[in-house]
């Protein structure tokens, strides 16, 4: 029954039932076998109790639709939101995006917003690099540079 359904491009992951039955455009990618480590990972993050980690060949005919990916995981990440043939993962690619209790967490990294006091765009040492303000030496000193 499921290694049927597999083979004709539906999703793996618990709660998801996404296939190309359904939605023609959706993109789905196989398990990384030969990345162990990381096929380790899609293992883990997937839930599936029934799959074991230390044989990722029980995957071999698994695989996972695009959903599950975070946009930073495309090569190129404005592929998330749109239709094409052909999305690539990156190389190192980790499905995150799961409806599961407590879901793995994102790989995409969270930057805290700049602030005025700290931003690069205010700091003299920006300043002085861009060359917008002479330095001492050539008698400028806070001067913009024409």
């Given at each position: 029954?499921?290694?049927?359904?597999?083979?004709?491009?539906?999703?793996s992951?618990?709660?998801?039932?996404?296939?190309?039955?359904?939605?023609?455009?959706?993109?789905?990618?196989k398990?990384?076998?030969?990345?162990?480590?990381r096929?380790?990972?899609?293992i883990?993050?997937?839930?599936?109790?029934?799959?074991?980690?230390?044989d990722?060949?029980?995957?071999?005919?698994?695989?996972?639709?695009?959903?599950?990916?975070?946009?930073?995981?495309?090569?190129?990440?404005?592929?998330?939101?749109?239709?094409?043939?052909?999305?690539?993962?990156?190389?190192?690619?980790?499905?995150?995006?799961?409806?599961?209790p407590?879901p793995?967490?994102?790989?995409?990294?969270?930057?805290?917003?700049?602030?005025?006091?700290?931003?690069?765009?205010?700091?003299?040492?920006?300043?002085?690099?861009?060359?917008?303000?002479a330095?001492?030496?050539?008698?400028?000193?806070?001067?913009?540079?024409?």
């Amino acid at each position: 029954m499921a290694a049927s359904r597999r083979n004709i491009h539906t999703c793996s992951a618990i709660n998801c039932s996404n296939s190309r039955e359904k939605h023609k455009d959706l993109c789905f990618f196989k398990f990384p076998i030969r990345d162990k480590e990381r096929c380790k990972k899609w293992i883990i993050n997937c839930r599936r109790q029934e799959l074991d980690i230390n044989d990722v060949s029980c995957v071999r005919n698994f695989q996972l639709c695009e959903d599950h990916f975070e946009r930073s995981q495309y090569m190129c990440p404005d592929d998330k939101d749109l239709i094409k043939p052909r999305k690539q993962l990156i190389k190192q690619a980790i499905p995150t995006v799961f409806q599961v209790p407590n879901p793995p967490p994102s790989v995409t990294p969270s930057r805290p917003l700049p602030t005025r006091h700290n931003s690069p765009q205010n700091s003299e040492e920006h300043k002085h690099k861009k060359g917008k303000v002479a330095d001492s030496e050539n008698g400028n000193e806070g001067r913009p540079i024409p």
